[in-house]
């Protein structure tokens, strides 16, 4: 049984298969058939991009994906098994994801960090109950640690841009101020998928935003096996400084996950940490990229967005293509199709 929470749960020859596989589709931009297919996605948090293209990648296969808002489509959720149920939960997980996973041959489910100590809420608690319970493939629509199918279309993108080998590509990650602290999924995927290409990796943020040590340990670890490089920048321009991708991104702080308000102190005076044309400058003609959504002139300056330097549609577009390749992978390997 393969579940796919993170870019590290595929190798990096699948990662190769399956983007040449979402290249080929895209390229044939009609469905194949695979009547018959059936997935899921369940949401416990909104979504525009993730839920219409989880639900479009299933129909380019030719099969079938229905949707679920967790909290207004079913029962309220109890996580413990040994709860006693007499409170305001009604159905527990283990029957509610192994119905689930009678219903479907694969399940994607979104659950962003509640408000958990940070230790908690990395191990993935809600994506960890549906592995456990629901017997078919889970894969993370985005979870507390990662975005696999964000990094995934990321790769997809940068390859197009960039070709097929990206390793020795100059890429930065870097943080941008926000009103408010936002998780850190995507940034953590963002990094570790192009660790695994062999990008060299720079991580600009300010001091106290650096990103877990334990997924900093993985992807040091994935850098040097892959030929690669990571570095932290705690200035902006100096981290962008020759970037042929700048990946621009917002997140919170885990030392102070729990406290909002100390976060937004935190961060009072970094609304400099932006992109604009005068930041963007001391980039190598930097390709601009962000998963959206992304607030305009808060992020990236609207003069940026809005110009060539900017390929956050493309990523979007992408999204589709490689959770086609995606669902096919996993549909073949449980001998669905
Ligand atoms: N990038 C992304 O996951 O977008 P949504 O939150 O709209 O799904």
């Known amino acids: 049984m393969r579940h796919i929470l993170k870019p590290s749960d595929l190798t990096f020859e699948e990662i190769r298969s399956i983007l040449n596989r979402a290249a080929e589709l895209k390229t ?7 009547t018959g297919l059936r997935i899921g996605g ?6 525009l991009r993730t839920r219409v293209s989880w639900e479009q990648a299933a129909h380019i296969l030719g099969g079938h994906c229905q949707t679920l808002n967790a909290s207004s489509d079913s029962w309220a959720l109890e996580f413990d098994p ?3 149920m007499d409170g305001n939960t009604v159905e527990c997980i283990v029957e509610a994801a192994g119905v689930l996973g009678r219903y479907f041959h694969i399940l994607g489910v979104r659950a962003f960090p509640g408000d958990r100590e940070w230790q908690e809420e990395k191990e993935e608690p809600v994506l960890s109950a549906f592995t456990q319970h629901t017997g078919i493939p889970i894969v993370s629509l985005e979870g507390s640690m990662h975005h696999p199918c964000q990094s995934l279309a990321d790769q997809l993108t940068m390859q197009e841009h960039f070709g097929n080998d990206l390793s020795g590509l100059n890429v930065t990650l870097s943080w941008a101020w926000h009103p408010n602290p ?11 998928q192009a660790a695994i290409a062999g990008c060299n990796l720079t991580i600009a943020c300010p001091p106290g935003y650096e990103l877990d040590g334990d997924l900093m340990d993985e992807i040091s670890a994935t850098s040097s096996a892959r030929g690669g490089s990571v570095r932290i920048a705690h ?8 970037s042929q991708v700048v990946y621009m991104k917002s997140w919170g702080r885990k030392d102070m996950w729990q406290d909002k308000m100390a976060e937004r102190e935190s961060r009072k005076n970094l609304r400099h940490w932006i992109l604009n044309d005068d930041i963007w400058s001391v980039t190598d003609n930097a390709k601009v990229m962000h998963c959206l959504p992304v607030r305009r002139n808060v992020v990236i300056s609207s003069s940026i967005l809005d110009s060539p330097r900017s390929i956050v549609k493309d990523e979007a577009e992408n999204r589709l293509w490689a959770q086609a390749a995606l669902i096919e992978f996993l549909a073949k390997q449980e001998g669905v199709l």
Do not use: C, I, Y
């Not at 369940?42 to 979504?47: C, E, H, V």
């Open 82 to 84: 040994e709860a006693v």
């Open 42 to 47: 369940l949401f416990f948090n909104p979504s």
């Open 182 to 192: 936002l998780p850190m999924a995507v940034p953590n995927s963002f990094a570790l």
């Open 28 to 34: 044939r931009q009609k469905p194949a058939d695979r």
């Open 235 to 242: 200035d902006q321009k100096e981290g962008l400084s020759n």
